[in-house]
């Protein structure tokens, strides 16, 4: 069941995503991070999100989106952009 939980923790990171600026014309997807502190350490251990604890929301990394759109398809949500 935590790996659910950590699947859909992500999948919700991504589809509640937008597009932010973080510096020198960069831009990447962010999430508010209102989900359970042990899932969102278990992503930003596999390297999916990452973010200051200190801060109210999270980047998405390449690798965290493309997992994200993967389990779109596992569970069979459309396309949110």
Same mark, same amino acid.
């Given at each position: 069941?935590?790996? *659910? !939980?950590? +699947? =859909?923790? #992500? /999948? =919700? #990171?991504? =589809?509640?995503?937008?597009?932010?600026? %973080? &510096? /020198? @014309? $960069? +831009? &990447? *997807?962010?999430?508010?991070? &209102? %989900?359970?502190? @042990?899932t =969102?350490? +278990? /992503?930003?251990?596999k390297?999916? !999100? !990452? @973010?200051?604890?200190?801060?109210?929301?999270?980047? #998405?990394?390449? $690798? &965290? !989106? +493309? *997992?994200?759109? $993967? /389990?779109?398809?596992?569970?069979?949500?459309?396309?949110?952009?």
């Amino acid at each position: 069941m935590k790996n *659910q !939980i950590d +699947e =859909l923790t #992500l /999948l =919700l #990171l991504y =589809l509640t995503s937008f597009t932010d600026d %973080y &510096g /020198l @014309g $960069e +831009e &990447g *997807q962010r999430s508010w991070k &209102g %989900y359970p502190f @042990g899932t =969102l350490d +278990e /992503l930003s251990e596999k390297r999916y !999100i !990452i @973010g200051s604890k200190r801060a109210k929301s999270v980047y #998405l990394t390449e $690798e &965290g !989106i +493309e *997992q994200a759109k $993967e /389990l779109m398809k596992k569970y069979h949500v459309s396309d949110h952009q």
